[in-house]
C-alpha cells in the first residue's frame, strides 16, 4: 500500500509553468467576473512583477505576503513571487490589522503585495507595500527572469491556528510542492480541456491544490466570486455557465448542493476535503457524478491520500479517506510507535516526498511533531535515510528557516535496510487500516476541530479570552453537526460582556474563530 514511488520533476513549480506557456501561450489560463487571460498574458505579468520584486532583492528564501481578493491580480502575485525565487504568503483580505501584522513580522515578509482599497488606516505595514493596482510594474521586462530557486527552497507559508495563542507558520518547499502537483494529476487526469473552478480562499492550503495542478496541466483556472460561493443556487448556476469540469468543496457545502450529470454535461470530477466526509452530504448529488473524498493536512502539502467514491452500501457507514498518493506513505501507530495491524485504530503518520519543512520559528513544535520514527522494511523506501542519527541531522536542517533543502528528499530511491528510519509527520489524527488497502478516518486525538473546513485549535480562542480583563478562565468547544456546528465559549470572571468579548476576539482573530 505504501508502494508509491513514482518519479517527478527536478525544477521549481514556475519552470512547471513556464513549460506549459510555451506549449500554449493562447490558451485560456484564469477567468475572473468576465475577463481573462491567457497562458501567455498572465506569465508577461507576472515576469513584470517578478522582475520587480528582484530589482527589489527579493530572492530565495525571502517571503512575500500576498493580501489580495479574489482576482486575477491574485493568480499574477502568486506566480510573480515563486518567479522570484521567493515564497509566497497568503493572508485573507478581511483579516484582522494585528493578526495580519503578527504574520508579516513573524514570517520576516521583504515585500506585501496588496490593492489600494485593502489598506485599512489601523494596519500599518512592517515591510514595504506595493499596491498592485496603483503601480502594476509597467516598465519592467516580460521576459522570463532566470530560474533562482530549487527544489530545497521555500514555496510558500501558510498560517493555521496555533494552540498557544498565535498562529504557526507552516514551510512547504518547492520540491513538496511539485511532488503534489504531480500526485494530484495523475489522480484528477488534468488536461488541456479542463475547467478547474478556484473556491478555496488564498490562505486556505485548498487554494494550492486548485491553482497549481491545472496552470502546470494547461487547463483553466475560473476563480469563483464570493458571492457565487455563498449562495448554493448561484454556485451550481457558475458551474453550468462556466462549464466547470472539476471542482472541489467541503462536505458541508455538497450538502447544500443538487447536481445532476444532464444539468451539467462538462462536470467529470468532484473532491471534497477538508472535513470529514459522510454518506449524508452527498444526497443532493447524482450518483453518476464521479467523487473523490481526499485528506492531508497543510504539513503535508494538502493531499495525502484520495478515495474514489462507489457510492454503494457498502460506504454507507464511514467514507474511507483512500490510499497514499504519489510518494506519499501513510503509518498508523501506537503510542510506542508500533504499527498498528489491519483494523486496529491508531494515529494517522505521514511520511515520504511532500513534508513541510517544519513550523517557522517554531523548532520546539517542529520537534515534537516531526519526528523519526524506525519502521520494519515493507517497500522499497525512496528516502535513503540509514539511521536515525542521519535523519535527525536532517530534521535539525528541515526545522530552519534559512536556505536549507531537505536533502533526504533528492537522494535516488534505493533498497532500505531491513529496519531503517524514516520522517514523519504526527498528524494527530486517529485512523485505521482496512482490508482492502484504504484507511478510515476515526476523528482527532486532540482539541483541535474543523468549522466549513477551517482548522481551528481551541486553544488559541481561550487564550484570546483568558487575555482580556476581568476573565479567569475560558473554555471554548464545537457544538453541533454539518450546517449547524458552531464554537461556543463560556467564561469566568467578573464584569463581563459577551459583545465585548466578542468585538476583542474580532480584532485579533479570523472571522471563523470567533464563539
Given at each position: 500500500w505504501n508502494a508509491t514511488a513514482f518519479p517527478v520533476p527536478d525544477i521549481p513549480v514556475h519552470q512547471l509553468f513556464e513549460e506549459q506557456v510555451k506549449r500554449t501561450p493562447q490558451a485560456q489560463a484564469v477567468v475572473f467576473?468576465?475577463?481573462?487571460?491567457?497562458?501567455?498574458?498572465?506569465?508577461?505579468?507576472?515576469?513584470?512583477?517578478?522582475?520587480?520584486?528582484?530589482?527589489?532583492?527579493?530572492?530565495?528564501?525571502?517571503?512575500?505576503?500576498?493580501?489580495?481578493?479574489?482576482?486575477?491580480?491574485?493568480?499574477?502575485?502568486?506566480?510573480?513571487?515563486?518567479?522570484?525565487?521567493?515564497?509566497?504568503?497568503?493572508?485573507?483580505?478581511?483579516?484582522?490589522?494585528?493578526?495580519?501584522?503578527?504574520?508579516?513580522?513573524?514570517?520576516?515578509?521583504?515585500?506585501?503585495?496588496?490593492?489600494s482599497s485593502l489598506e485599512a488606516p489601523e494596519f500599518n505595514s512592517p515591510c514595504p507595500a506595493y499596491q498592485l493596482d496603483r503601480d502594476p510594474g509597467h516598465g519592467y521586462p516580460e521576459s522570463d527572469p532566470p530560474a533562482r530557486s530549487s527544489g530545497g527552497n521555500l514555496a510558500y507559508i501558510i498560517y493555521t491556528s496555533g494552540s498557544t495563542g498565535a498562529p504557526k507558520?507552516?514551510?512547504?518547499?518547492?520540491?513538496?510542492?511539485?511532488?503534489?502537483?504531480?500526485?494530484?494529476?495523475?489522480?484528477?487526469?488534468?488536461?488541456?480541456?479542463?475547467?478547474?473552478?478556484?473556491?478555496?480562499?488564498?490562505?486556505?492550503?485548498?487554494?494550492?491544490?486548485?491553482?497549481?495542478?491545472?496552470?502546470?496541466?494547461?487547463?483553466?483556472?475560473?476563480?469563483?466570486?464570493?458571492?457565487?460561493?455563498?449562495?448554493?443556487?448561484?454556485?451550481?448556476?457558475?458551474?453550468?455557465?462556466?462549464?466547470?469540469?472539476?471542482?472541489?468543496?467541503?462536505?458541508?457545502?455538497?450538502?447544500?448542493?443538487?447536481?445532476?450529470?444532464?444539468?451539467?454535461?462538462?462536470?467529470?470530477?468532484?473532491?471534497?476535503?477538508g472535513d470529514a466526509l459522510a454518506q449524508a452530504n452527498l444526497s443532493g448529488i447524482a450518483e453518476d457524478l464521479p467523487l473523490i473524498n481526499g485528506y492531508g493536512p497543510t504539513?503535508?502539502?494538502?493531499?495525502?491520500?484520495?478515495?474514489?467514491?462507489?457510492?454503494?452500501?457498502?460506504?454507507?457507514?464511514?467514507?474511507?479517506?483512500?490510499?497514499?498518493?504519489?510518494n506519499y506513505r501513510i503509518h498508523i501507530l501506537d503510542e510506542r510507535q508500533r504499527p498498528q495491524p489491519i483494523g486496529v485504530p491508531g494515529e494517522l503518520h505521514i511520511g515520504g516526498l511532500a513534508l513541510a519543512r517544519g513550523y517557522l520559528n517554531r523548532p520546539e513544535l517542529t520537534a515534537e511533531k516531526f519526528i523519526e520514527v524506525e519502521l520494519a522494511q515493507m517497500f522499497q523506501s525512496p528516502v535513503g535515510a540509514d539511521s536515525c542519527a542521519q535523519a535527525d541531522r536532517l530534521s535539525g536542517m528541515a526545522a530552519s528557516s534559512s536556505v536549507q533543502p531537505q536533502e533526504s528528499q533528492n537522494l535516488a530511491a534505493k533498497a532500505a535496510p531491513a529496519v531503517f528510519c524514516e520522517r514523519l509527520y504526527k498528524s494527530g489524527d486517529r485512523a485505521r487500516w482496512l482490508a482492502d488497502g484504504n484507511i478510515e478516518f476515526l476523528g482527532r486525538l486532540d482539541h483541535q476541530v474543523k468549522i466549513r473546513g477551517y482548522r481551528i485549535e481551541l486553544g488559541e480562542i481561550e487564550a484570546a479570552l483568558s487575555a482580556q480583563e476581568g476573565v479567569r478562565e475560558a473554555v471554548v468547544i464545537a457544538r453541533g453537526a454539518g450546517a449547524e456546528r458552531q464554537l461556543a465559549a463560556y467564561v469566568a470572571g467578573e464584569r463581563l460582556e459577551a459583545s465585548t468579548l466578542r468585538a476583542a476576539l474580532k480584532a485579533r482573530l479570523p472571522g471563523y474563530m470567533v464563539p
Open positions: 467576473a468576465g475577463h481573462s487571460l491567457s497562458y501567455g498574458e498572465l506569465n508577461r505579468r507576472a515576469n513584470r512583477l517578478a522582475h520587480r520584486l528582484i530589482a527589489q532583492g527579493i530572492g530565495p528564501e525571502s517571503r512575500v505576503g500576498v493580501c489580495l481578493e479574489r482576482s486575477l491580480e491574485m493568480i499574477v502575485a502568486v506566480v510573480a513571487v515563486l518567479k522570484a525565487g521567493a515564497a509566497y504568503v497568503p493572508l485573507a483580505a478581511d483579516l484582522p490589522a494585528a493578526r495580519k501584522q503578527y504574520i508579516l513580522e513573524d514570517s520576516g515578509a521583504a515585500a506585501l503585495l496588496t490593492h507558520g507552516v514551510m512547504i518547499e518547492q520540491s513538496a510542492l511539485v511532488n503534489t502537483i504531480t500526485a494530484f494529476n495523475r489522480v484528477y487526469s488534468v488536461s488541456p480541456s479542463d475547467r478547474v473552478l478556484q473556491v478555496a480562499a488564498l490562505a486556505f492550503d485548498v487554494s494550492v491544490g486548485e491553482i497549481w495542478p491545472i496552470l502546470s496541466g494547461g487547463g483553466t483556472l475560473v476563480i469563483a466570486n464570493r458571492e457565487d460561493l455563498l449562495d448554493p443556487a448561484r454556485f451550481q448556476a457558475l458551474l453550468k455557465e462556466e462549464r466547470i469540469s472539476i471542482f472541489g468543496a467541503t462536505p458541508l457545502l455538497l450538502s447544500q448542493l443538487h447536481l445532476q450529470r444532464s444539468e451539467l454535461p462538462a462536470l467529470r470530477l468532484i473532491f471534497s476535503g504539513e503535508a502539502t494538502i493531499g495525502a491520500t484520495a478515495y474514489r467514491l462507489k457510492r454503494n452500501a457498502a460506504e454507507n457507514q464511514r467514507i474511507p479517506i483512500g490510499k497514499p498518493l504519489t
